[in-house]
């Protein structure tokens, strides 16, 4: 299979399992809480290489646009991650943690917030691989 087609198979892998993470996440960004918005499927790092909804958030584009370049990040857009870095959604707190740990250290906030975090040992493994990428 042609690396062009696996890619095919994915993005409709993603579309197919978008209704079930609409539903989880009762249509608002799953980061930031926005409503209202267009939300778009966001893959938590490391790929697990097949499309896995439990690898997925959504989120909102703006909270998409910071997630993939962390040089356009709003420090102040992420007070959010007060909320989200304790949801019962494992993607959703690790997302949560690793941009807390790009914020730490230009925030006080974000630190103080990474001290408070509370990980299952499969959470923190996550938070480990993703954050070597
Ligand atoms: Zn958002």
Redesign the pocket.
């Known amino acids: 299979m042609s690396a062009k087609q696996k890619t095919r198979i994915r993005t409709t892998g993603l579309a197919i399992f978008g209704k079930e993470l609409i539903r989880r996440c009762g249509s608002h960004?799953?980061?930031?809480?926005?409503q209202g918005?267009k939300l778009v499927v966001h893959e938590v790092p490391p790929s697990p290489g097949t499309p896995d909804p439990e690898h997925c958030i959504m989120?909102?584009e703006?909270?998409?646009r910071q997630l993939l370049s962390p040089k356009r990040i709003e420090a102040s857009?992420w007070r959010?991650l007060a909320a989200s870095m304790w949801s019962d959604i494992p993607a959703v707190k690790v997302t949560s943690l690793l941009m807390l740990q790009q914020l730490e250290e230009t925030e006080p906030w974000a630190a103080e917030l990474l001290e408070q975090a509370w990980l299952a040992p499969e959470e923190a493994r996550w938070l480990s691989d993703a954050g070597h990428l």
């Open positions: 960004c799953e980061l930031c809480k926005a918005v989120v909102c703006d909270c998409q857009h959010c």
